[in-house]
């Protein structure tokens, strides 16, 4: 039997697609906070069969959880402050994404100028990303 313990503050995401775990820890950007992360991978689920499991305890202000979205709408994410779940968020897809992925249109202007921003934008008939320079859709994959 695995046991990890609970934490005092930050987030629960439950939920995950077995195997997404690694690249919302990398999305994230967990790897350059100095917080404790509890990952636990294919997991037994009831609904999914199996799914994975993260446990980040940081400060609920400080992760930008609009990847989330992107990489998969059914992520539960619990919000844990004095070791208590205050709040379950359901996600949708961000009308705007910055420095989440990058153009890859070679014509871009983001491909010249290295210093701007990447910006999409939801293209909400189609829930699709468009590079909001140029309009490239997006063919990232999470």
Same mark, same amino acid.
């Given at each position: 039997?695995?046991?990890?313990? @609970?934490?005092? @503050? ?7 697609? &077995? ?18 992360? &509890?990952?636990?991978?294919? &997991? ?24 989330? &979205?992107?990489?998969? @709408? ?6 844990v ?32 100028? @290295?210093?701007l921003p990447?910006?999409?934008?939801l ?20």
């Amino acid at each position: 039997m695995l046991n990890v313990g @609970q934490i005092e @503050q930050g987030y629960v995401l439950d939920h995950i697609p &077995a195997g997404k775990s690694m690249s919302i820890y990398h999305h994230l950007g967990l790897d350059k906070f100095d917080s404790c992360v &509890a990952i636990i991978k294919n &997991a037994r689920s009831g609904k999914l069969g199996k799914k994975d499991l993260m446990k980040i305890e940081c400060d609920i202000n400080s992760l930008n959880l609009d990847v989330l &979205a992107v990489i998969c @709408q059914t992520i539960t994410v619990n919000v844990v402050k004095d070791g208590e779940i205050i709040e379950k968020k359901l996600l949708t897809l961000p009308k705007e994404l910055k420095n989440i992925m990058k153009c890859k249109n070679p014509r871009c202007i983001t491909s010249i100028e @290295q210093e701007l921003p990447h910006i999409f934008y939801l293209d909400e008939k189609k829930e699709i990303y468009r590079c909001k320079y140029c309009d490239e859709k997006n063919h990232e994959k999470f």
